[in-house]
């Protein structure tokens, strides 16, 4: 009867699987697919149980869905199998094709090992292919694109035939083929929830950077300091692409018209090699921004370096921070810490610190047999003393003129000897200072040094009231500092004390110097409605290296006191 029937029950079971088929893959999740591959056994293959059990990602199998017996489901779903324990199943019992069979007489070694599972015992088979509740078929399932063998991602567990028979031939098949086309559904199940996952992930990260995004603008455009955005690489490098409210307003320009210009195409020039120092990641520095109106504006300037993508282009973020005030205070600081209050010349240790510059320790004059010792020692000619003519040394106008003095090597060696426990100096760049010699103007220029001290400020004083001495001192500043060149120094030494440095100047042109100022000086000064003078005498001394910048002060001092001596008292206000 079987036999007859045979036909009819392959029609009808084609539509069975037809349809469980078309359920597989129309369900909407994983889980939903799972549970419909298990529930496809039980009403389209004449299985009263069915497990799938699933390849978990560390190897293992877990029991993801069950069908045909609560009982069992509610035991063993979510249940692992290790796959050692599945591999030695899918190896043992018969194989039907990619089923694997393992009858009751083997299975019994396999009721201990940790696959979870539902059985049951039952009487000994009454005939040759009746079913045994402990017998156990298997239907691996695998990757779509290949056979048994290939990679497994699941195994179909089914139990108890509705006919209570093992199945025959076409049984066979029919599992087969419908574990075929269930790891197909289960493979595009997961790729759809892998790819749902994505969706959300990808939808997170673009809100995520859509916020991220945001802040960043409101934070660059709402920050209350500067801020810009610039190339980075390639021809336009260090070109401005964006910036905020607060750099435009800092430098009075528009947006617009700040993306036509670079940081270098703003900054003073003096302050182009700090900004080519200052390094793109973490670089900051100190320096001037020029403004619309032509003014500059100090500006603390740092850097750090922003990725558009993973791989995309690079950006430079400046933060531009005005620190006009502080650099002002600064300024203030120092400038009173080098200046005298009263009179805003340069004070007593601001004229040190300018005179010391000039000097160094090389004296004017060495005797021969140092140079020559040297010039022996380095296999060179003997020394020869350049004739007087030659130690003019400058120009005129405090420029070196390339001529040798006597305190120079002749032959350019260029060492600077120094006598002393130092021996002698390595190559030495600075220009030395010398000064005339004697008494008469023999045309070498210098750097003279004009020691003055005011006649008759004290009776000022004592007469008038410290006020009116204070008065007359700025006024003497005033005068003092207009009666010179542009470059040269007017400093107040202290109390009624000024001194005047002067370079390039010879005998004759010092004291026509000190001349003009004590005219400039002699004329009556108005304080509160009155006049009152004062006379000025002064003491002209040189520098030159060798000398400390007391010795030349003291040099000067001396000269002025020798001067104030030489005149009669009742003419010295007068001058």
């Avoid at 009454?126 to 017998?135: G, I, L, M, T, V």
């Avoid at 350049?386 to 040394?393: D, Q």
């Avoid at 002699?522 to 003491?539: K, L, M, N, Q």
Wanted: proline residues 5%; negative net charge; hydrophobic residues 40%.
């Amino acid at each position: 009867m079987e036999t007859e029937s045979e036909p009819y029950v392959r029609l009808a079971t084609l539509r069975q699987l037809h349809q469980v088929m078309a359920d597989m893959n129309t369900a909407r999740s994983l889980a939903d697919t799972l549970q419909t591959v298990a529930d496809g056994v039980v009403t389209g293959l004449g299985f009263e149980l069915a497990c799938v059990n699933l390849v978990r990602q560390d190897g293992d199998l877990v029991v993801a869905a069950l069908a045909g017996n609560s009982a069992a489901e509610a035991l063993i779903t979510g249940r692992v199998g290790s796959r050692a324990s599945w591999d030695r199943r899918l190896t043992m019992g018969e194989a039907w094709g990619d089923l694997r069979f393992i009858p009751h007489t083997e299975g019994w070694v396999l009721d201990e090992d940790d696959v979870p599972q539902w059985y049951t015992d039952g009487p000994a088979p009454r005939f040759e292919d009746e079913w045994h509740p402990s017998d156990r078929l298997f239907a691996p399932m695998y990757s779509p694109g290949a056979s048994g063998g290939g990679e497994l991602i699941g195994v179909l567990s089914v139990d108890r035939p509705r006919n209570g028979r093992r199945p025959g031939a076409w049984g066979r098949e029919a599992l087969q083929m419908y574990a075929f086309q269930a790891a197909i559904a289960i493979s595009n199940a997961r790729l759809r929830a892998n790819m749902q996952r994505a969706l959300v992930r990808l939808e997170r990260e673009q809100q995520a950077l859509r916020a991220s995004e945001e802040s960043f603008r409101q934070a660059f455009e709402y920050a209350p300091s500067g801020m810009a955005i610039a190339e980075m690489g390639g021809d336009q490098h260090g070109r401005i692409l964006r910036t905020n409210d607060a750099l435009c307003r800092l430098l009075g320009r528009p947006a617009s018209a700040m993306r036509r210009y670079s940081f270098s195409d703003l900054v003073h020039p003096e302050d182009i090699g700090t900004l080519l120092r200052t390094s793109a990641e973490g670089g900051r520095a100190e320096l001037r921004l020029g403004r619309r109106d032509g003014t500059y504006v100090w500006v603390h300037l740092r850097n750090s370096v922003v990725a558009d993508a993973a791989d995309g282009p690079r950006f430079l973020l400046t933060h531009v921070e005005d620190i006009e005030e502080r650099k002002r205070r600064e300024l203030q600081l120092a400038h009173r810490a080098s200046h005298d209050a009263l009179t805003g010349l340069p004070n007593s240790a601001e004229l040190r610190s300018r005179l010391g510059a000039r000097l160094c320790q090389r004296p004017q004059s060495l005797p021969p047999g140092a140079v020559a010792s040297l010039d022996a020692a380095y296999g060179h000619g003997q020394y020869t003393e350049p004739p007087a003519a030659a130690n003019g040394g400058y120009d005129g106008n405090g420029a070196f003129d390339g001529h040798a003095h006597p305190a120079y090597e002749g032959n350019g060696h260029g060492f600077d000897f120094r006598s002393g426990p130092e021996a002698y100096d390595a190559f030495d760049h600075h220009v030395h200072t010398v000064a005339p010699e004697g008494e008469t103007d023999d045309g070498t220029k210098g750097l003279a040094v004009l020691f003055c001290d005011l006649d008759g400020f004290k009776s000022i004083n004592d007469r008038f009231g410290h006020n009116a001495g204070d008065e007359v001192l700025i006024e003497v500043a005033r005068r003092l500092t207009s009666g010179v060149r542009d470059g040269d120094t007017v400093a107040r030494l202290g109390g009624d004390e000024f001194v005047v440095l002067a370079d390039g100047l010879g005998r004759a042109d010092a004291q026509d110097l000190a001349v003009r100022l004590r005219n400039a000086i002699i004329p009556p000064i108005r304080i509160d409605g009155r006049a009152v003078r004062v006379g000025a005498s002064f003491g002209i001394g040189w520098a030159h290296c060798g000398m400390t910048a007391d010795e030349v002060l003291k040099s000067a001092d001396e000269r002025m006191y020798v001067e104030k001596r030489s005149r009669p008292k009742q003419h010295r206000r007068a001058g």
